[in-house]
């Protein structure tokens, strides 16, 4: 009873001293926060400078984040969502649960950005991974003639394979149907998620798997392995550019702005390539790391608007699931 | 009403049972309650109910279909390394999803040890994607357990009956029809019943192994439905059919499964006088090296892929283990304070409704159930707070159905013929758990808490949902690893899981293999 | 005195009527043709069948619903009369408390009931290391520390052999003597039936009779009786 008692002070007081330090809570997708994403160096980072303490709390991927926040409405804990991309951000706003964020900042993207509520901080090209040494076609045409084996994901529960879907349909728009019959005989199966189907490529189940254009930049970097490279296609790529946030009812709004600024500053921005393996929103003072420079970079850069792609996803989604099941 | 006086009484397991359904339709009633106006089931989920059904039946007929002689043939035969081998043959059912599609593609798949042997013959690779992949795969997960539950069956076959018949002169089919089909057509029914149960759940299996959009269940179908449109009461109605599917599929094998036990005899070693001749002793070793094979190969492949990084792991992988070990006892503990009172309760007879109860846990979606659980607990609490024990629970909830797969038949047998010893001894209740029907079913109470630490070890179940960076499970921390390219680290990460699980497994189930042997 | 008044009792679609007392320290056998009722009546004295209509006392209290453990009487089964994982000790053990705490005079009186039966020695065994006689008389010494006014057996001898068959009923005989118990015993065999028990209950045609005059019964027996008897 003693122990009870003492534990019950100890935790009070624990309270206490936490309740003196400010919190921010930023709900991400789980990759961000795992020991090998930007989250620990970035936590290290902001709590350097913003005198608080920052939860990062990682809900598996973006749709999912996206339908948490749903769940949890205005009474959230969240101050901050980071991880969302294009594909969501219409379904994100008809919330009403996200503020504007004030900032103007200089961005490095490919594209105009000017939402006024969500904010770049990473993006990345789709593109399909392959062994360097092995021919790769040029665009999804000569894919489908080829005898090229790919393993993709499901766009229904994954953000690289919905990212495939808007690819094909922004390049060929009505001709979108044609190109999934033609890649039916390509696609050796369809995954879950990222990491099942850069899996069975990495154990040779496939010639090429839908992953990004930074793919192999991980393999150089991290591995000085340069047997990976990622296939231009000359239809142009499909960009996502990940997202984040600030929540109308949050209890810091002063905090959760520092966040925001903090999150294209060049320490944040640095952080990203060589964790998060996409490239910053904005390009850091010292350059790209070493490594990048060898990745292929698009000649078009394909991307539906939020409206555009929030109103072709569900007929996309037909038109693919059509084509596959031939 | 002129009952037989029983040794235990019903109460606490109609309790836990109540418990069980509340819980599950709890969530599935409170993931509904939150569902703005959505569209009904529309034609592509009906085509994924009829892809799920398919390949669901099609996996427990062939799991059992192939159990079957296996079965025998390891109840029939003597020879070193029995043990290990009836040990190492669970395995697949105990592992993570994802590790174990892994494993069987490096075996099966286009690139896999199959093709490359095919190619030596000049002959194409095994197109291992499609249905029949889907089967392939969900035999190799549940072969295992299938397997295990019918060789118990037979291993609960009093010796008198095998001795009876081998002096009545009977050899080969007379034995079956004797002693065999009886026990098979009391205990396959709900192994059936489960399998199907389990197979209905499937999503990430069936998508990878069926090689397209084809290969939609409604698992998937409600994963679409959460997160790509929104739309809970979609994914509520999906899975009231999943549970649906699964009671009556659970009603449908307990109707089927009637019928008397066998009583047992004194604990007497289990003699075969049968099948002694070069035919059968032939046929039956075949069967279990190719059993053996498919099992092992996948394993085999897995191991010596993980072994290079096992020892190099970083140090986040061992805390993750460390939790999933948390986790795994206290879901054994919680399963087995479920399953005693329920099987004690079922044994008593006229149990249907406990048994259907008792496997809702596996129909029961764990995106659902996950989702349920958070919209219940976040209005009080924290559901951070609760990811581990709402996991432990979950995960006990899903073994349950396994675990009274284990201890009913036994439990019935012990409350026939010794209950009324024990009742004219005024034993009930808690001396008669203590005294008799815990030791009497030790090697059972063995084998389901072995099950239930190895398969909560590797479950990723409802953790994501309330995923705290901080308390990371072991699979949660592979899934992060593959998602950071780190997939040489994975492997090692998920030969850690293997190793720890089977060991988990292993060292419950002692019990089970004295018992096997015996 | 137990006392069956105007009992009838159903087992499935058979049932039986008996109206009988059977006075107190009495031995009492149970005789009649096969499937005539004897065992209905004996587990329905038991408690494991209920009786439809009617009451059963024992010296005056009514036990027709008290639940079988609380019935003041022991009973050994034709079989499984032991726990195949206890041991002896623990068997018997189980007569004195149902969760096997004793204290160290019960754990005496035990041993001395182990001693009493002429199993001194084998405490420790499992039943499937004991002969069947062996096994009887550990059943045995678990009636004897039950201490019970009424035991109740149905053939748990039938399997031995004529010889230990008498032995067992002998030492029976002798344990009633010493502990004042009632018996009432089913029996086929005739020589058993006579050999201790002084009164027998005819069981036949539906019907359990008042107890009569063993010997008297069986020198001339009626026409149900000489049928089975032969």
Same mark, same amino acid.
């Not at chain 2, 029983?6 to 606490?12: E, G, H, I, R, Y």
């Not at chain 3, 009838?8 to 006075?23: D, K, Y």
């Given at each position: 009873?003693?122990?009870?008692?003492?534990?019950?002070?100890?935790?009070?007081?624990?309270?206490?001293?936490?309740?003196?330090?400010?919190?921010?809570?930023?709900?991400?997708?789980?990759?961000?926060?795992? /020991?090998?994403?930007?989250?620990?160096?970035?936590?290290?980072?902001?709590?350097?400078?913003? /005198?608080?303490?920052?939860?990062?709390?990682?809900?598996?991927?973006?749709?999912?984040?996206?339908?948490?926040?749903?769940?949890?409405?205005?009474?959230?804990?969240?101050?901050?969502?980071?991880?969302?991309?294009?594909?969501?951000?219409?379904?994100?706003?008809?919330?009403?649960?996200?503020?504007?964020?004030?900032?103007?900042?200089?961005?490095?993207?490919?594209?105009?950005?000017?939402?006024?509520?969500?904010?770049?901080?990473?993006?990345?090209?789709?593109?399909?991974?392959?062994?360097?040494?092995?021919?790769?076609?040029?665009?999804?045409?000569?894919?489908?003639?080829?005898?090229?084996?790919?393993?993709?994901?499901?766009?229904?529960?994954?953000?690289?394979?919905?990212?495939?879907?808007?690819?094909?349909?922004?390049?060929?728009?009505?001709?979108?149907?044609?190109?999934?019959?033609?890649?039916?005989?390509?696609?050796?199966?369809?995954?879950?998620?990222?990491?099942?189907?850069?899996?069975?490529?990495?154990?040779?189940?496939?010639?090429?798997?839908?992953?990004?254009?930074?793919?192999?930049?991980?393999?150089?970097?991290?591995?000085?392995?340069?047997?990976?490279?990622?296939?231009?296609?000359?239809?142009?790529?499909?960009?996502?550019?990940?997202?984040?946030?600030?929540?109308?009812?949050?209890?810091?709004?002063?905090?959760?702005?520092?966040?925001?600024?903090?999150?294209?500053?060049?320490?944040?921005?640095?952080?990203?390539?060589?964790?998060?393996?996409?490239?910053?929103?904005?390009?850091?003072?010292?350059?790209?790391?070493?490594?990048?420079?060898?990745?292929?970079?698009?000649?078009?850069?394909?991307?539906?608007?939020?409206?555009?792609?929030?109103?072709?996803?569900?007929?996309?989604?037909?038109?693919?699931?059509?084509?596959?099941?031939? | 009403?002129?009952?037989?006086? *029983? &040794?235990?009484?019903?109460?606490? @397991?109609?309790?836990?049972?109540?418990?069980?359904?509340?819980?599950?339709?709890?969530?599935?009633?409170?993931?509904?309650?939150?569902?703005?106006?959505?569209?009904?089931? @529309?034609?592509?989920?009906?085509?994924?109910?009829?892809?799920?059904?398919?390949?669901?039946?099609?996996?427990?007929?062939?799991?059992?279909?192939?159990?079957? &002689?296996?079965?025998?043939?390891?109840?029939?035969?003597?020879?070193? @390394? !029995?043990?290990?081998?009836?040990?190492?043959?669970?395995?697949?059912?105990?592992?993570?999803?994802?590790?174990?599609?892994?494993?069987?593609?490096?075996?099966?798949?286009?690139?896999?040890?199959?093709?490359?042997?095919?190619?030596?013959?000049?002959?194409?690779?095994?197109?291992?994607?499609?249905?029949?992949?889907?089967?392939?795969?969900?035999?190799?997960?549940?072969? &295992?357990?299938?397997?295990?539950?019918?060789? *118990?069956?037979?291993?609960?076959?009093?010796?008198?009956?095998?001795?009876?018949?081998?002096?009545?002169?009977?050899?080969?089919?007379?034995?079956?029809?004797?002693?065999?089909?009886?026990?098979?057509? !009391?205990?396959?029914?709900?192994?059936?019943?489960?399998?199907?149960?389990?197979?209905?759940?499937?999503?990430?299996?069936?998508?990878?192994?069926?090689?397209?959009?084809?290969?939609?269940?409604?698992?998937?179908?409600?994963?679409?439905?959460?997160?790509?449109?929104?739309?809970?009461?979609?994914?509520?109605?999906?899975?009231?059919?999943?549970?649906?599917?699964?009671?009556?599929?659970?009603?449908?094998?307990?109707?089927?499964?009637?019928?008397?036990?066998?009583?047992?005899?004194?604990? !007497?070693?289990?003699?075969?006088?049968?099948?002694?001749?070069?035919?059968?002793?032939?046929?039956?070793?075949?069967?279990?090296?190719?059993?053996?094979?498919?099992?092992?190969?996948?394993?085999?492949?897995?191991?010596?892929?993980?072994?290079?990084?096992?020892?190099?792991?970083?140090?986040?992988?061992?805390?993750?283990?460390?939790?999933?070990?948390?986790?795994?006892?206290?879901?054994?503990?919680?399963?087995?304070?479920?399953?005693?009172?329920?099987?004690?309760?079922?044994?008593?007879?006229?149990?249907?409704?406990?048994?259907?109860?008792?496997?809702?846990?596996?129909?029961?979606? &764990?995106?659902?159930?996950?989702?349920?659980?958070?919209?219940?607990?976040?209005?009080?609490?924290?559901?951070?707070?609760?990811?581990?024990?709402?996991?432990?629970?979950?995960?006990?909830?899903?073994?349950?159905?396994?675990?009274?797969?284990?201890?009913?038949?036994?439990?019935?047998?012990?409350?026939?013929?010794?209950?009324?010893?024990?009742?004219?001894?005024?034993? *009930?209740?808690?001396?008669?758990?203590?005294?008799?029907?815990?030791?009497?079913?030790?090697?059972?109470?063995?084998?389901?808490?072995?099950?239930?630490?190895?398969?909560?070890?590797?479950?990723?179940?409802?953790?994501?949902?309330?995923?705290?960076?901080?308390?990371?499970?072991?699979?949660?921390?592979?899934?992060?690893?593959?998602?950071?390219?780190?997939?040489?680290?994975?492997?090692?990460?998920?030969?850690?899981?293997?190793?720890?699980?089977?060991?988990?497994?292993?060292?419950?189930?002692? @019990?089970?293999?004295?018992?096997?042997?015996? | 005195?137990?006392?069956?008044?105007?009992?009838?009792?159903?087992?499935?679609?058979?049932?039986?009527?008996?109206?009988?007392?059977?006075?107190?320290?009495?031995?009492?056998?149970?005789?009649?043709?096969?499937?005539?009722?004897?065992?209905?009546?004996?587990?329905?004295?038991?408690?494991?069948?209920?009786?439809?209509?009617?009451?059963?006392?024992?010296?005056?209290?009514?036990?027709?619903?008290?639940?079988?453990?609380?019935?003041?009487?022991?009973?050994?089964?034709?079989?499984?009369?032991?726990?195949?994982?206890?041991?002896?000790?623990?068997?018997?053990?189980?007569?004195?408390?149902?969760?096997?705490?004793?204290?160290?005079?019960?754990?005496?009186?035990?041993?001395?009931?182990?001693?009493?039966?002429?199993?001194?020695?084998?405490?420790?065994?499992?039943?499937?290391?004991?002969?069947?006689?062996?096994?009887?008389?550990?059943?045995?010494?678990?009636?004897?520390?039950?201490?019970?006014?009424?035991?109740?057996?149905?053939?748990?001898?039938?399997?031995?052999?004529?010889?230990?068959?008498?032995?067992?009923?002998?030492?029976?005989?002798?344990?009633?003597?010493?502990?004042?118990?009632?018996?009432?015993?089913?029996?086929?065999?005739?020589?058993?039936?006579?050999?201790?028990?002084?009164?027998?209950?005819?069981?036949?045609?539906?019907?359990?009779?008042?107890?009569?005059?063993?010997?008297?019964?069986?020198?001339?027996?009626?026409?149900?009786?000489?049928?089975?008897?032969?």
């Amino acid at each position: 009873m003693k122990h009870l008692v003492f534990a019950a002070g100890f935790l009070s007081a624990a309270t206490v001293a936490v309740a003196e330090t400010p919190e921010l809570t930023v709900y991400t997708y789980d990759s961000f926060v795992s /020991d090998w994403g930007p989250g620990p160096q970035v936590e290290e980072a902001f709590e350097a400078v913003c /005198d608080c303490d920052l939860n990062l709390v990682g809900i598996e991927d973006g749709a999912a984040l996206l339908a948490r926040m749903k769940l949890e409405g205005a009474s959230s804990d969240a101050d901050i969502v980071l991880g969302l991309d294009t594909n969501l951000i219409v379904a994100a706003k008809e919330t009403g649960l996200f503020a504007e964020h004030g900032q103007s900042p200089k961005l490095d993207l490919p594209i105009e950005w000017n939402d006024p509520v969500f904010l770049p901080y990473d993006w990345g090209y789709f593109a399909f991974v392959h062994e360097a040494d092995a021919e790769a076609p040029s665009n999804f045409k000569a894919l489908a003639e080829s005898d090229k084996k790919i393993v993709i994901q499901d766009p229904r529960s994954s953000t690289p394979g919905l990212g495939l879907m808007m690819w094909v349909k922004t390049a060929y728009g009505n001709e979108a149907p044609a190109i999934w019959e033609g890649l039916a005989d390509n696609v050796v199966t369809v995954t879950k998620g990222w990491s099942e189907a850069y899996g069975l490529f990495l154990e040779g189940e496939a010639d090429m798997v839908l992953s990004y254009t930074t793919s192999p930049a991980y393999h150089l970097i991290a591995e000085e392995d340069a047997s990976k490279a990622a296939a231009a296609f000359d239809e142009g790529h499909y960009m996502q550019v990940e997202v984040a946030a600030k929540l109308a009812a949050s209890d810091q709004p002063e905090l959760a702005d520092q966040f925001l600024a903090f999150m294209l500053s060049d320490t944040f921005q640095g952080i990203i390539p060589t964790t998060n393996w996409m490239y910053p929103a904005v390009t850091p003072e010292g350059g790209l790391p070493e490594g990048f420079e060898t990745l292929v970079t698009p000649e078009k850069s394909l991307l539906l608007s939020p409206e555009e792609a929030a109103s072709a996803r569900d007929a996309a989604l037909d038109e693919w699931l059509t084509g596959l099941s031939q | 009403m002129a009952d037989r006086a *029983q &040794p235990v009484s019903a109460t606490s @397991g109609n309790i836990v049972a109540a418990g069980v359904a509340a819980i599950i339709f709890g969530a599935l009633l409170a993931v509904a309650l939150r569902a703005e106006t959505g569209r009904g089931l @529309g034609a592509s989920d009906w085509a994924a109910l009829r892809f799920t059904i398919l390949q669901a039946g099609l996996s427990a007929l062939f799991s059992v279909a192939l159990a079957i &002689p296996v079965a025998r043939a390891l109840a029939r035969r003597r020879f070193a @390394g !029995r043990r290990v081998l009836i040990a190492v043959l669970g395995a697949p059912f105990i592992l993570p999803v994802i590790v174990a599609v892994l494993g069987l593609i490096m075996v099966f798949g286009r690139a896999g040890w199959l093709s490359q042997i095919l190619g030596l013959a000049g002959l194409p690779p095994v197109q291992v994607y499609g249905l029949h992949g889907v089967v392939l795969a969900h035999v190799f997960f549940n072969l &295992p357990l299938a397997t295990r539950l019918i060789l *118990q069956g037979w291993q609960e076959i009093p010796g008198e009956r095998f001795r009876l018949a081998a002096q009545l002169g009977a050899d080969g089919w007379a034995m079956f029809r004797l002693i065999e089909w009886p026990m098979l057509r !009391r205990v396959v029914p709900s192994i059936l019943a489960v399998i199907f149960a389990i197979c209905l759940t499937s999503f990430a299996v069936a998508l990878t192994l069926g090689g397209g959009p084809r290969a939609t269940t409604i698992e998937l179908a409600i994963y679409q439905a959460f997160r790509f449109d929104f739309d809970l009461g979609r994914a509520a109605m999906l899975s009231a059919v999943q549970l649906g599917l699964t009671v009556i599929a659970g009603a449908l094998a307990l109707w089927l499964a009637r019928g008397d036990g066998f009583g047992t005899g004194l604990d !007497r070693v289990v003699r075969r006088w049968d099948g002694q001749a070069a035919m059968p002793r032939l046929l039956d070793g075949a069967v279990i090296a190719l059993a053996a094979g498919f099992l092992l190969l996948p394993l085999l492949a897995m191991t010596l892929s993980g072994l290079p990084t096992l020892l190099s792991l970083p140090q986040q992988v061992f805390s993750a283990a460390l939790t999933s070990v948390l986790v795994a006892s206290i879901s054994t503990v919680l399963l087995l304070a479920m399953a005693l009172p329920m099987a004690a309760a079922i044994a008593r007879g006229r149990g249907g409704m406990l048994e259907l109860a008792g496997i809702l846990g596996l129909a029961a979606s &764990p995106l659902v159930i996950g989702t349920g659980l958070f919209i219940l607990i976040r209005p009080w609490s924290n559901p951070l707070a609760w990811a581990l024990p709402v996991t432990a629970l979950v995960n006990a909830i899903t073994v349950l159905p396994f675990a009274l797969r284990v201890l009913v038949p036994r439990a019935r047998d012990v409350v026939a013929r010794q209950g009324r010893l024990a009742v004219s001894l005024d034993m *009930q209740g808690w001396p008669f758990l203590r005294h008799v029907l815990m030791p009497r079913l030790k090697a059972q109470i063995g084998f389901a808490a072995g099950l239930a630490a190895a398969l909560s070890m590797g479950d990723l179940g409802v953790i994501t949902l309330f995923a705290d960076p901080d308390v990371a499970t072991l699979p949660l921390q592979i899934y992060r690893l593959m998602g950071a390219y780190q997939m040489d680290s994975a492997a090692g990460a998920a030969l850690l899981l293997l190793v720890l699980s089977f060991g988990a497994f292993w060292l419950l189930d002692r @019990g089970g293999r004295a018992h096997a042997e015996a | 005195m137990l006392k069956l008044e105007d009992c009838i009792i159903r087992n499935g679609t058979f049932g039986l009527s008996a109206h009988l007392s059977v006075p107190a320290r009495s031995r009492v056998a149970v005789i009649g043709p096969s499937g005539a009722g004897k065992s209905t009546l004996i587990e329905a004295i038991a408690g494991f069948l209920s009786v439809e209509t009617g009451r059963i006392t024992w010296n005056g209290t009514d036990i027709t619903d008290i639940h079988p453990g609380a019935r003041p009487l022991a009973m050994l089964f034709q079989d499984d009369n032991l726990f195949p994982h206890l041991s002896v000790a623990q068997n018997v053990g189980l007569g004195i408390h149902p969760n096997l705490r004793l204290t160290a005079s019960e754990r005496e009186t035990v041993d001395g009931a182990i001693e009493r039966v002429g199993l001194a020695g084998l405490g420790n065994r499992k039943p499937s290391e004991l002969s069947g006689g062996q096994r009887s008389r550990a059943a045995l010494a678990r009636v004897l520390v039950q201490r019970c006014d009424l035991l109740l057996l149905d053939e748990p001898f039938a399997a031995l052999g004529p010889a230990l068959r008498a032995e067992m009923l002998d030492l029976v005989a002798d344990l009633c003597d010493e502990t004042g118990a009632t018996l009432l015993m089913i029996s086929h065999a005739p020589e058993d039936a006579r050999r201790i028990a002084d009164q027998a209950i005819l069981v036949a045609e539906g019907q359990a009779q008042e107890p009569q005059d063993t010997a008297a019964l069986l020198d001339n027996p009626p026409k149900v009786l000489r049928e089975y008897l032969g």
